[in-house]
């Protein structure tokens, strides 16, 4: 079972998601008492049957981070809403020229070397930035921005009770609590959009 969340497997799953489709839409992994879904009709139902299906973790016996992604109908709803605010095509056009500059500075970094790892060196750090500069972290705390980020992948790629399972909470729960003291800061001074539409 531990090559359903393989390397491999994650870059090229969808040959086994159609193998499952046909044969077991709907497939429980005993041993991490695991439940994976892979039909539409599953998904469709698992995301809006909110009597059947909780995204708290507590449902699960398990403590239920503080995000908004683990909330249910209604609070998920109107956190949702809150943030989509920053993300109408008004704001996003907006932020266009601001995206224009982030784009030019990451490529004057690699300009000289005549090349560049397109994902390492833009298509990663480029919605960071622009994410960070949205929530009105300043430019100098992008690499613990970036660190944050590195965290919260890493845990999403961690199978609960598994190898490094305890470690990548206890990383996620360290950055939780530093954000959260970083963001309330930001939320005291002025600018960042998504700041001042939330804070």
């Known amino acids: 079972m531990t ?3 393989s390397v491999e497997m994650r870059r090229n799953p ?3 998601y159609e193998q499952m489709r046909n044969d077991s839409p709907v497939l429980h992994v005993a041993p991490l008492n695991l439940w994976m879904v892979f039909d539409y009709a599953g998904v469709n139902r698992a995301l809006n049957d909110h009597d059947a299906f909780s995204s708290s973790m507590s449902a699960a016996n398990r403590r239920n981070p503080a995000w908004f ?3 249910d109908p209604p609070l998920h709803t109107k956190l949702r809403a809150l943030i989509m605010r920053a ?3 008004g704001v996003v056009a907006k932020l266009e020229p601001r995206i224009r500059e982030l784009s030019r500075e990451l490529l004057d970094q ?3 070397s005549g090349e560049m790892d397109l994902a390492a060196d833009f298509s990663v750090p ?3 930035m622009v994410i960070a500069e949205m929530l009105g972290i300043p430019s100098t705390d992008r690499p613990r921005f970036k ?3 590195d965290v919260m992948l890493s845990l999403s790629y961690t199978i609960s009770g598994g190898e490094g399972a305890a470690s990548a909470s ?3 729960a360290a950055v939780t609590a530093e954000m959260g003291e970083i963001t309330w800061r930001a939320c005291s001074r002025s600018g960042g959009t998504l700041r001042r539409m939330t804070c």
């Open 110 to 112: 690699t300009i000289e």
């Open 3 to 5: 090559e359903l969340f």
């Open 126 to 128: 480029l919605p960071m």
């Open 69 to 71: 992604f683990f909330f």
């Open 87 to 89: 993300f109408t095509p």
């Open 147 to 149: 660190r944050w980020c």
């Open 170 to 172: 206890a990383n996620f």
């Open 14 to 16: 969808y040959r086994f």
